[in-house]
């Protein structure tokens, strides 16, 4: 199985004194949050998806690591009210989701991130940018919700991504009040579906943007 680049960096950022994370989007069906418990015996996680096929999937597969004790998963949409008190966590994670959002939605999922992390607490994000190829073949863009929609090659369902500069996505974060650390974009290919069996056919551009509370 290839290293993700964008997986091995933020489980870098990660500090031992990071033991309660939320990962938002179960990242690579649960492996990253696997790594994540391994590597600290008294870190506690909480993996969020919208997926409940995938949810079912991510379950066993923890279950089979006997780490479903430290690692809890479910349905929870990041971009409403979440069920935390205000600076409950020391590490926020979110690979590969926020790109999923509208402006509208991503404004209210920031503002939430930001107030249930803790007071100099980290948060990793990264998304998808508009050097993709999905972004550069687009059929549609929808610019009050920043959507671009592109058709499937297997399937030729549309699917829609707000697809980010380094500026979009560092802006957003800065309007909920989140520190900018640091900010790097590279190329990765990543897997095509959620099991993390497949790999796509093309090579996508990452933004990568490590921010504090």
Same mark, same amino acid.
């Given at each position: 199985?290839?290293?993700?680049?964008?997986?091995?960096?933020?489980?870098? @950022?990660?500090?031992?004194?990071?033991?309660?994370?939320?990962?938002?989007?179960?990242?690579?069906?649960? $492996?990253? =949050?696997?790594?994540?418990?391994? %590597?600290?015996?008294?870190?506690?996680?909480?993996?969020?998806?919208?997926?409940?096929?995938?949810? #079912?999937?991510?379950?066993?597969?923890?279950? #089979?690591? #006997?780490?479903?004790? +430290?690692?809890?998963?479910?349905? =929870?949409?990041?971009?409403?009210?979440?069920?935390?008190?205000?600076?409950?966590?020391? @590490?926020?994670? $979110?690979?590969?989701?926020?790109? /999923?959002?509208?402006?509208?939605?991503? %404004?209210?999922?920031?503002?939430?991130?930001?107030?249930?992390?803790?007071?100099?607490?980290?948060?990793?994000?990264?998304?998808?940018?508009?050097?993709?190829?999905?972004?550069?073949? +687009?059929?549609? /863009?929808?610019?009050? &919700?920043?959507?671009? @929609?592109?058709?499937?090659?297997? &399937?030729?369902?549309?699917?829609?991504?707000?697809?980010?500069?380094?500026?979009?996505?560092?802006?957003?974060?800065?309007?909920?009040?989140?520190?900018?650390?640091?900010?790097?974009?590279?190329?990765?290919?990543?897997?095509?579906?959620?099991?993390?069996?497949?790999?796509?056919? #093309?090579?996508?551009?990452?933004?990568?943007?490590?921010?504090?509370?």
């Amino acid at each position: 199985m290839p290293t993700s680049i964008s997986e091995e960096h933020g489980l870098a @950022y990660m500090s031992d004194a990071d033991l309660v994370v939320y990962s938002v989007g179960i990242s690579t069906a649960g $492996a990253a =949050e696997i790594k994540m418990a391994k %590597s600290n015996a008294k870190r506690k996680i909480i993996a969020t998806t919208l997926d409940e096929e995938g949810l #079912n999937e991510t379950k066993n597969f923890i279950a #089979n690591q #006997n780490l479903q004790d +430290r690692i809890i998963c479910k349905i =929870e949409d990041v971009s409403k009210k979440l069920p935390y008190d205000d600076e409950y966590f020391d @590490y926020i994670y $979110a690979r590969l989701v926020l790109h /999923y959002l509208s402006k509208q939605q991503l %404004s209210s999922a920031l503002a939430e991130l930001h107030r249930v992390l803790k007071t100099e607490g980290k948060l990793f994000v990264v998304v998808r940018s508009i050097e993709c190829p999905d972004y550069k073949i +687009r059929i549609k /863009y929808d610019e009050k &919700t920043g959507f671009s @929609y592109s058709a499937s090659p297997n &399937t030729g369902i549309l699917r829609k991504r707000y697809f980010h500069s380094t500026e979009s996505i560092c802006e957003a974060l800065a309007r909920a009040n989140f520190s900018i650390v640091d900010t790097s974009s590279y190329s990765e290919q990543l897997y095509s579906g959620y099991g993390r069996k497949v790999l796509s056919k #093309n090579i996508d551009h990452l933004i990568e943007v490590k921010a504090k509370k």
